[in-house]
């Protein structure tokens, strides 16, 4: 990501603050050389809540972490599994995603054996292979890969832990897609809960490393050494924040997408029973969740993006359950709704062609 494609990002993202929930930033960010000016912070976010999945459907609102250790073995990890995922994703843009995972299955027992099944290094690997199994379909795969990955972040970090409750939104995630979205909703809903407070924090870190004068050049010329590695700090903290804001940016969509899909999917039958009392008005507020993460998908990654057309696959799915379950009135909803979906994504794909 270029300077100018990071403030359009940033911006993008600021403008949607008001109505998007958040996801922590994952296990480590290498933040590149971005830099931009951030302007006047927007309202602190406040994520919607719908009330577990056993105590009715009513909405109410409310208001990434790294592995913990500095030794020499910890360093030596990341920096190894840093390198084998980068040849990995090298592979897959190159249209050979099948060696790239063939390379991570093959290297993964290797990396257990010198660092530990539990060492987040580990848990990187098994968070790459399970996004990549998800978007391909493998849901059993996805689930295996994604637990193991949950699994490592709760032993390092807790349970509560930032890390933790991002991978959990992935385990989420496949777990919806694998039929189970009993286990998916309170994963998906807890991680939600820890994501606005990360996003949050990130917000209020990027607002509080304003630049040191109007212009940062001039002041840079009468500056001591001190005052220069101050400000050297302060702008590495600021590109920080903004790399982790854009990985926020994308990640939340897609929590708060399955988050309302898994729901369905649990309550699908209650909400066609009620649909004349309050299942109709129910099935609306879900559907506008997964329309706006959507369209905040889209302001990070192209209509053709794994991302966009995993949700449209599952979205797709979860109306032939509905079909075949015999909900009429929820699967016909779900059916209009799937065509706004795919007539969002479209207008987007015309409008990046043009």
């Known amino acids: 990501m270029n300077r100018s494609q990071a403030v359009r990002a940033l911006r993008g993202l600021l403008a949607a603050t008001s109505r998007n929930g958040a996801l922590p930033g994952g296990t480590r960010c290498l933040a590149e050389g971005l830099g931009v000016q951030h302007a006047a912070a927007p309202p602190a976010v406040v994520a919607t809540r719908i ?168 002041a840079a010329e009468d500056a001591s050494e001190a005052d220069q590695q101050v400000m050297a700090a302060r702008a590495e903290q600021q590109r920080t924040s903004i790399v982790m804001l854009e990985r926020l940016g994308r990640a939340l969509q897609e929590a708060k997408f399955y988050r309302a899909l898994s729901f369905l999917g649990v309550r699908g039958r209650e909400l066609d029973d009620k649909w004349d009392d309050n299942g109709a008005g129910a099935c609306f507020f879900l559907e506008q969740e997964m329309s706006d993460a959507v369209t905040d998908m889209l302001r990070w990654v192209v209509p053709d993006h794994p991302t966009v057309q995993a949700a449209l696959r599952e979205h797709n799915r979860l109306v032939g359950q509905c079909r075949r379950e015999g909900l009429r009135r929820v699967s016909d909803d779900l059916q209009i709704h799937g065509q706004r979906l795919a007539d969002l994504v479209e207008e987007a794909r015309n409008g990046k062609d043009g």
Request: no cysteine.
């Open 51 to 218: 009330q577990a999945p056993g105590r009715g459907f009513a909405a109410a609102t409310s208001d990434g972490g790294g592995g913990g250790g500095s030794s020499d073995q910890r360093n030596s990890a990341w920096e190894e599994v840093s390198s084998l995922s980068a040849a990995a994703t090298e592979m897959a843009e190159e249209g050979r995603p099948e060696e790239a995972k063939a390379l991570l299955k093959r290297e993964l027992p290797g990396l257990v054996e010198k660092y530990g099944a539990e060492d987040p290094s580990v848990g990187m690997v098994h968070n790459q292979l399970a996004l990549w199994a998800f978007y391909d379909g493998q849901f059993a795969d996805a689930v295996e890969s994604a637990t193991a990955a949950h699994r490592v972040w709760v032993k390092e970090l807790g349970e509560d832990s930032q890390a933790a409750a991002f991978h959990g939104i992935r385990l989420g995630m496949a777990l919806t897609a694998d039929g189970r979205p009993e286990e998916a909703f309170p994963l998906l809903e807890k991680g939600l809960d820890v994501a606005v407070k990360n996003y949050n924090t990130h917000l209020e870190q990027l607002q509080a490393l304003q630049p040191l004068a109007e212009d940062p050049a001039a």
